[in-house]
């Protein structure tokens, strides 16, 4: 029985567990984006998402560079953590929390492991295209036109309709 176990051992010892998390860590900064197996993914997600908490505090430069070095405790990277506080913080300020997004992927084919992609959900352009051309006004100002298949039918009926109208009208000229 697991009861109370959180952490998922991924197979691996402390120590070498360890070092994985911190380099898919790594990799998820520099990157934004990574494609794991499922499992590594989950067990990513609830090792970054407090260092990434970690990164949005600090109101003195004292905390600051504590905060600083707490991470760096994590990532051994110093371009990693300059990326976590430059670039990333700032975009993640104002969200309270779920800063990662994993999304499954499928199987692997060689050994059958479910693959997943985990992002840092601020950083992606695909998802978030319609809510920024609607706030840059980019969108025209004449609604788009729908077509549908019953609508021509129903619109050739009508054609034909008034067609017959104007030949009536005429002929009784």
Do not use: C, W
């Not at 990434?52 to 504590?66: D, N, P, Q, R, V």
């Not at 997004?101 to 695909?126: H, Q, S, T, W, Y």
């Amino acid at each position: 029985m697991r009861h109370g176990n959180k952490v998922n051992k991924l197979s691996r010892k402390k120590a070498h567990r360890v070092a994985l998390l911190s380099n898919l860590a790594v990799a998820l900064v520099t990157h934004k984006r990574i494609v794991t197996t499922l499992a590594k993914a989950k067990a990513l997600r609830s090792y970054i998402e407090p260092l990434l908490t970690k990164t949005k505090k600090g109101e003195t430069k004292e905390t600051i560079s504590h905060q600083h070095r707490q991470v760096f405790a994590h990532f051994q990277d110093k371009a990693a953590v300059k990326e976590l506080f430059t670039v990333i913080a700032p975009k993640i300020a104002s969200r309270p929390g779920g800063y990662t997004r994993i999304i499954r992927l499928g199987i692997r084919p060689g050994d059958n492991a479910e693959k997943a992609m985990i992002e840092l959900v601020d950083f992606n352009e695909v998802y978030g295209k319609h809510i920024v051309a609607a706030t840059t006004e980019e969108v025209s100002a004449e609604p788009v036109k729908k077509t549908r298949r019953a609508g021509s039918a129903k619109k050739k009926a009508t054609e034909a309709a008034t067609e017959t109208t104007e030949e009536v009208s005429a002929s009784e000229e």
